[in-house]
């Protein structure tokens, strides 16, 4: 019964969303996996285990629905700070995951990709990651980026040593260094910012997570714990997003397909 209840409800709002205004690029903060394991008298890897979960859901309904790029933040800069059993319990999930799910995720056409800083994790870590990235390389009906030791301000100052590093050898001059330039440096390259960024459990904050590529993104905070997030939820913040006049600075409202011709500053 509950099934169905659930069911019907997805329908309904299913219903309300406009088809040809869904955001290109969602990016997510999967945050509250330890909180739901604590609420639940579990431990916080139960937690990380059902977050896994939500996420194959999630990935399966972003593409379901046509949105075409999803960057989730898996593993941040600061989270090595945590005790040492939960960061291993991490690494090894993150192994375990690409295990058990990269067949699957070449099967549904879905390029992998990591980013952040890998230089710390283990060969053998990396090693899968390559993997993953090299076995889905071709695909390109929808790309998952996963945000692996991951920090906004890390990525920045990366970016300035490496326009730098071009300067000293001549081959820029540093006035010739612009957006566009800057951009090309950073992780994410080429694909366009997110447009919506989601973040779980109810913390009102971005927390590191791409400082620049999230400048004009609208953003959807939850109360709602990752492990509790599901489809129903997903379509409630697409709606909140399709509900919004974005304005990039400007005064006009401007819809998603004619962002770079019309895009004004204010
Ligand atoms: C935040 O909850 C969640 C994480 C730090 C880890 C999320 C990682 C996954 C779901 C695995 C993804 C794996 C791959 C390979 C794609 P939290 O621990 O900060 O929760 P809390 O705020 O309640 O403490």
Redo the contacts with the bound molecule.
């Keep these: 019964m509950k099934l169905k209840n659930s069911t019907s409800k997805i329908r309904d709002l299913s219903i309300e969303i406009d088809k040809l205004r869904m955001p290109h690029h969602v990016a997510i ?10 609420n639940k008298g579990l431990t ?1 890897s139960h ?2 285990n059902e ?2 979960s ?2 194959k859901n999630i990935i399966k309904f972003s593409k379901k629905l046509g949105i075409k790029i999803l960057t ?5 800069t600061e ?1 090595w700070i ?1 005790p040492h059993e ?1 960061v291993s319990f ?1 690494l090894n ?6 295990d058990d ?1 990269i067949i699957e995720l070449n099967k549904e056409l879905i390029k ?1 990709k990591f980013i952040g800083d890998l230089s710390p994790f283990s060969e053998d870590l990396r090693k899968k990651f390559t993997e993953a990235e090299n076995i889905t390389k071709n695909n390109d009906e929808f790309t ?1 980026n ?1 945000c ?1 030791n991951y920090g906004g301000r890390q990525e920045l100052v990366k970016v300035a040593k490496e326009l730098a590093m071009r300067s000293i050898s001549g081959e820029i001059k540093p006035d010739q260094i612009n957006e566009e330039m800057f951009e090309s440096h950073l992780y994410t390259g080429d694909l366009q910012d997110p447009d919506l960024l989601i973040r779980t ?1 109810g ?1 009102k904050r971005i927390s590191n997570f791409l400082l620049w590529q999230l400048a004009y993104s609208e953003i959807y905070v939850t109360d709602v ?2 492990p509790e997030f599901n489809e129903n939820e997903f379509l409630k913040a697409i709606i909140d997003y399709q509900s919004r006049s974005r304005r990039f600075g400007g005064i006009k409202s401007i819809s998603n397909q004619s962002l770079t011709s019309s895009m004004s500053f204010g």
């Design positions: 903060i999967m945050d509250g996996n330890g909180r739901w394991g604590v916080r937690g990380h977050g896994v939500v996420l989730i933040y898996a593993f941040s989270n945590r939960e991490l999930l993150f192994k375990k995951v690409l799910e992998i998952l996963v692996a459990s913390e714990l990752w």
